[in-house]
Each structure stands twice: as structure tokens, then as C-alpha cells.
């Protein structure tokens, strides 16, 4: 029997592990702090930056919320950035994303200190990262990784295949599961030969953009299953990169779209800052 990895469920029980994690720093003087930044006024990055904070809140975590005009200058925005870099009550700095055309957002990301690179996109961290040395990473993989920890899943020795090769998912992801023993493979919508690459994936994570991209008769019999897609069909309803009615007869564990990976990458945003705060205490 097919069994469903419940990302909704386990971000609540993470919720409850850091709000003990933060009650132990408090103890000791420190509070985890986190500010988030956003340039204008796009709808869809006032509801995520709304969720963090609310999140924080819940955890314990003080958040602080800064937003700037559209037409903030790029060296305006780097100043604040540096302001930050030096506040000593501000363990992570993440800079929602996009941002307006007038401003670089590599100049942007790459300005934020690395030990304080919450989303792990600065390119010390992701070297750190492929060195088998990385302290912060990229949110989602990172709440992926815990996942298939928490489930129990064996990675050493299996095949994973990774279709996607951003460098918010794909990539990191990679480097991760390659850290963790397991022979990776990155593919992509274009890679030759796919479906052959996808039924002998014992671990199999799709983070392609395209909804029902692989269906139950493309995989492996037994393998795991990570859908990491977030698209719309027809009627605006969420559905993921993985047809989930007919991988759940095949797949031995799959996530679900919505309440898979998506709970997961708040929650290990939060972990993360709560992560640096403790290495603020040693």
C-alpha cells in the first residue's frame, strides 16, 4: 500500500519542535531573528511575506517586515542590506523575490552576508554546499531532505533522479542527495531518453514546471515519490508535476499537491533561521 508523505502534518510537528528550540535559546538570552524584505507591492509576495510572519510569530521568532517603494534605487536597497548585515538582533535576511527591473537581483542576493543567507542562494553557501560543508541551503530541498529523513527513507546507495535544474530546487538538490550517498541524476524536459531515466529512479523528485508531466506508468514500482510542482489547471485548481492518481498505485511513497513539499519550505525557512541563532550562542 502506497503511503502518502503528509508535508502539512509533519511541518506541524516541526512547528512544535522549534517553538521548544526557541523557548531553549530564549533561556539563554538569544531571540531568532528574521527580516524580510520586499521591494513594491506584487500581491502574490505580500500573502508569502504575510505567511512568514505570521509563522515567526507562532514559533517565536521576531520578524521583522520591511518594505520599499518600487522605485527604491539598487544602491538604496544595498545600504539597508548592509545595515542589516550588521544588526546583531538579525540572524537571517532573505529579499523577496522578483524585483523591479531597475535592480539586479544577483547584486541584491549576493550583497547579503553568507552567514546570514537565510534562502542559501549566495554563492559562498551553494560552494559550501557542493563541499559537502553546507550549513544553510535552499529552503525547499532542505524541507525534501527532511521529509524522506523523517519517513525513513534509505538514500545511500539508491538511484535518485532529479527532474529540474534550478538553482533554487534542482541543483541544491542534488548536492544534497550526493552528500547523502545517493547516485544522482539531473534531468530535464529536454534530456534524451527520460523515460528510461525515470523507471530505474528509486528516488525520483519532479520540480519541472509542468503539471502531470510524469504519469504511474512512467515509474519505477516501488520507488519514492517527491512532486515539488505547484501549477494551475483549467478550473485554477492546484495540481503538481506528477499525475498523483495514477503514481499512487505505483509509487511505494508519494507526495501529495497541495500539503506535500509546499508546507515544507516556510517551515525549514524557520528552522534555518533558528539554525544560525544557535550558532550565534556558541
Request: charged share 20%.
Amino acid at each position: 500500500m502506497t503511503e502518502i508523505i503528509d508535508g502539512k502534518e509533519l511541518a506541524k510537528t516541526l512547528d512544535n519542535e522549534m517553538i521548544r528550540q526557541v523557548g531553549q535559546l530564549k533561556q539563554r538570552g538569544v531571540v531568532p531573528g528574521l527580516a524580510v524584505i520586499m521591494v513594491g507591492n506584487d500581491a502574490a509576495s505580500q500573502i508569502y511575506v504575510r505567511n512568514k510572519h505570521r509563522r515567526s510569530q507562532k514559533i517565536g521568532i521576531q520578524s521583522r517586515d520591511i518594505t520599499f517603494p518600487w522605485d527604491i534605487s539598487e544602491t538604496e536597497l544595498l545600504a539597508q542590506i548592509d545595515d542589516l548585515n550588521h544588526d546583531p538582533d538579525i540572524d537571517g535576511i532573505l529579499v523577496q523575490l522578483p524585483l523591479p527591473k531597475h535592480i539586479h537581483a544577483k547584486a541584491v542576493l549576493e550583497h547579503i552576508s553568507p552567514e546570514k543567507d537565510v534562502d542559501g542562494f549566495h554563492p559562498i553557501n551553494v560552494g559550501r554546499l557542493w563541499n559537502n560543508d553546507g550549513k544553510i541551503v535552499p529552503s525547499t530541498p532542505y524541507g525534501i531532505m527532511t521529509m524522506l529523513d523523517r519517513y525513513h527513507v534509505q538514500i545511500a546507495g539508491k538511484n535518485a533522479l532529479i527532474i529540474g535544474r534550478s538553482t533554487i530546487v534542482g541543483r541544491p538538490m542534488a548536492a544534497m542527495l550526493l552528500n547523502a550517498n545517493a547516485t544522482v541524476t539531473i534531468a530535464h524536459s529536454q534530456t534524451d531518453n527520460l523515460k528510461t531515466l525515470v523507471h530505474a529512479a528509486d528516488i525520483l523528485i519532479v520540480a519541472v514546471g509542468i503539471s502531470h508531466f510524469i504519469r504511474g506508468e512512467d515509474i519505477k514500482p516501488g520507488a519514492i515519490v517527491i512532486d515539488v510542482g505547484m501549477n494551475r489547471d483549467s478550473n485554477n485548481h492546484l495540481t503538481g508535476d506528477v499525475d498523483f492518481d495514477s503514481a499512487k498505485t505505483v509509487a511505494s511513497m508519494i507526495t501529495p499537491v497541495p500539503g506535500g513539499v509546499g508546507p515544507m519550505t516556510i517551515t525549514m525557512l524557520m528552522q534555518q533561521t533558528i539554525n544560525i541563532a544557535s550558532r550565534r550562542t556558541k
